[in-house]
Structures are given as structure tokens and as C-alpha cells.
């Protein structure tokens, strides 16, 4: 019998002592998610990404969610997952392409400017999105699924917190890499006006050849 044809029960059996593992070196945020993950399989360890607490071989699902924009060596981390990663194991990867970036304004060089600022300043990998499909294989992988998608802002509050809009020109005008009269106005209409902004996301699905 193919393992798809088994009964749903069979399925369940099959991960009924399985661990959930999560990974960060910060420990606010290592105490944080033992604080919300006291469940009897949920175990949270201290660790880098690019060095996994794990042994050889012993994961069978994995997820990068806006990690590798961060890292040093995204490469590393994507050798490193295959490593820890099982025959037949499955990662699921997501990343921006801040080369993607957009911000409605009149003023189109400063809108242009920040984006500039967020791809060669802001982001330590700006466009690790594209870069994935390509990583992935090289790391070994066999690429299954390749998706994107667009999230649009509509409010200036939300694309505050996810694209840093405020923080990243406050820093851009204090780097001199935008002029900051012109950086002021140009936030100040983004705040006063119907406001959009948007950038594209891949997420990629690959797995360890069995």
C-alpha cells in the first residue's frame, strides 16, 4: 500500500512522538517563546542558524521565515539545513526582495532614494528572495515549489513596522544618503495622504533527495 492510500489514522500514528524544535541565540526572544510554547513536544534551544543544535540526519520539516536576509552566510545556513536534514526531508523558505520595494509618491527620487538606502544599507541580504531557488539547488535541495507573493500596505503604521519606513529614513537622512529636507517632506505626505507601499516575497519549497 502507498503511504497516500493508508488511512488517515495511520498518518497520525506516525507523528504522534515527534518534537518540535525552535532555534534563536537572542535570549529575550529564547525566553519569550518558552514562555508561549509550554507544550509537551515543543522544545525551544539556543543556537545559530548556521550551527543547529541538532544531530545529523534527524529533522524531517523545516522553516526560514525572513532569516537569511540577516545572516552572514546564507549559503552556510542552507548547508547546514541539509546536513540536519533527513532523506526526503521538506524546508520551506521565505524571503523578501527589497529590490522590489515601492512607496507611492509624488516624489518619485526619494521614494526611490529609500528604497536605494534600504537594499544597500538597511538590509544585510536585499535580495535573498530571487536568490533562493538558486541556493536551495546548490545546497543540495531538489526545488519543488516556487511562490510569490506581493503584500501591499495601505496604512503608513503597518509599513512602519514591517518595511521600517520611519525608522529606515530617519537613518538614510542621518547617513546623508537622503537630503533631509527633502526626506522630511516626503514622509510627512506619506503620513498625510492615501499611502501604499508593497514589495514582492518568495517562499520556496525544497526537499533532501531520498
Keep these: 500500500m502507498r503511504p497516500r492510500d493508508r488511512p488517515r489514522r495511520s498518518g497520525r500514528r506516525r507523528w504522534r512522538n515527534r518534537s518540535v524544535i525552535g532555534v534563536d541565540r537572542d535570549p529575550a526572544m529564547l525566553a ?3 514562555r508561549m510554547a509550554d507544550r509537551p513536544r ?40 541539509r546536513r540536519a ?18 512607496v507611492d509618491s509624488d516624489d518619485v527620487d526619494t521614494s526611490r532614494a529609500f528604497t536605494r538606502y534600504t537594499t544597500t544599507r538597511a538590509v544585510r541580504n536585499a535580495t535573498i528572495g530571487r536568490r533562493l531557488p538558486r541556493l536551495a539547488e546548490e545546497a543540495g535541495f531538489t526545488v519543488d515549489a516556487i511562490v510569490t507573493t506581493t503584500p501591499v500596505f495601505r496604512g503608513i503604521e503597518v509599513a512602519d513596522q514591517i518595511p521600517g519606513l520611519g525608522r529606515n529614513t530617519r537613518r538614510a537622512i542621518e547617513s546623508g544618503d537622503m537630503d533631509e529636507g527633502r526626506g522630511r517632506r516626503w514622509f510627512a505626505s506619506l503620513s498625510q495622504g492615501p499611502f501604499l507601499a508593497s514589495f514582492t516575497l518568495f517562499t520556496v519549497v525544497a526537499r533532501i533527495p531520498a
Excluded at 543544535?53 to 522553516?63: C, N, T, W
Excluded at 536534514?85 to 515601492?102: F, K, M, N, Q, S
Design 32 to 34: 519569550e517563546a518558552r
Design 42 to 81: 515543543v522544545q525551544v534551544r539556543s543556537g545559530d542558524a548556521g550551527s543547529l543544535p541538532v544531530e545529523d540526519h534527524s529533522v524531517d520539516r523545516a522553516r526560514v521565515d525572513r532569516v537569511l536576509m540577516h545572516v552572514p552566510d546564507p549559503a552556510g545556513v542552507l548547508a547546514e539545513l
Design 85 to 102: 536534514g533527513r532523506p526526503g526531508a521538506v524546508i520551506g523558505l521565505a524571503e523578501p526582495d527589497w529590490d522590489t520595494l515601492i
